[in-house]
Structure formats: structure tokens, C-alpha cells
């Protein structure tokens, strides 16, 4: 079961972001497992597949390692964000092009810098594979890091924070 983003959730993400009504043009994304995890049958339980769990660094943020068409991609784990955004540095090396269209302005932590929509072909954290994931990808100097946000997190079936740790289902 894939959890709804509320509307004062979503909210939240677009202004940290600083997108003011725009939305990924894909309209989403699919969760496919991965082929080489085999899916739990009916009969086992609903915990058959470890949760990846992550602990909460020094700076009191959460990275992961995940796959951006296999290529390994350093993210922090950020709820607040609508999208999943890549540094232009972590796009490149893992050949996601943006949209030739127009890019916009994306307010960050570190400033204003130009952002392009992107589909990541297949986003692989743990063991779940997200294929056709909507991203934006943010132009030199916007982030320190790929956020991995809302696009990828809402097709996991969940997200829990506990303490000091992350679980992602």
C-alpha cells in the first residue's frame, strides 16, 4: 500500500523546494521489484522484505546509497521534497538529461539556481526498483547533495522514522 501525500504534506514540499504550482510533468512513477529479489508469495508474512534502515548522521541527516540507472547516486533522504532532485554532477554521470524545454528557477538552502524536469529510467534503493521516476535536476551550485524526495519516497510502502533511524520499506 503506497501512503498519500496529504495536502498540508505537499504543501510543505513545494515550498521547501520553492516551487509555486508546478507539478512533475509524469505524474508519477511505477515500483517494480528489482529481478534479481524474488516478491514474498501470499503465505509469508508482511514483513518477508527487510526494511532498509538508515542511521541518522552527525549533521542529524539521513543518506542513502541508491542506483540511478545503476549507476550509485549519495542522496539525503528529504520527506519535505515533492521531487526527487539530483545534482547536475550526479545526473550526468548517470545520463539523466532534462527536458530541453525552458528551465525554471528553484530556490534552495544555498540560493536560486536553473532546474530542468528529468525522468530517472529506474531509481533502485535497497531492494525496490522505481521505474520512470519524475526529478528535477538542479544546475551547478544549487546542492550539496541529490534529495530524494516524494516521487520515489511515496511508492515505498512506507517510511518510518524511529529515534536516531529510518526505515524504508
Do not use: C
Amino acid at each position: 500500500m503506497a501512503p498519500s501525500l496529504s495536502f498540508k504534506s505537499f504543501s510543505l514540499a513545494v515550498a521547501a523546494l520553492g516551487f509555486t504550482g508546478i507539478m512533475p510533468p509524469g505524474g508519477g512513477a511505477r515500483l517494480t521489484p528489482t529481478p534479481a529479489v524474488p516478491m514474498p508469495s501470499a503465505d509469508d508474512a508482511i514483513d518477508a522484505i527487510d526494511p532498509l534502515t538508515l542511521k541518522r548522521s552527525a549533521d542529524g541527516l539521513f543518506y542513502v546509497t541508491a542506483a540511478v540507472n545503476g549507476v550509485p547516486v549519495r542522496f539525503v533522504v528529504d520527506t519535505g521534497a515533492n521531487v526527487v532532485v539530483l545534482t547536475s554532477a550526479d545526473a550526468a554521470a548517470a545520463g539523466v538529461t532534462g527536458s530541453a524545454a525552458g528551465g525554471r528557477a528553484m530556490r534552495t538552502a544555498g540560493g536560486t539556481a536553473a532546474m530542468r524536469w528529468a525522468t530517472i529510467e529506474r531509481l533502485t534503493i535497497g531492494d525496490r526498483a522505481i521505474d520512470d521516476a519524475d526529478a528535477a535536476i538542479v544546475g551547478d551550485g544549487g546542492l550539496p547533495h541529490s534529495l530524494l524526495g516524494q516521487s520515489a519516497l511515496s511508492r515505498l510502502d512506507s517510511v518510518t522514522l524511529r529515534g536516531n533511524r529510518l526505515q524504508l520499506r
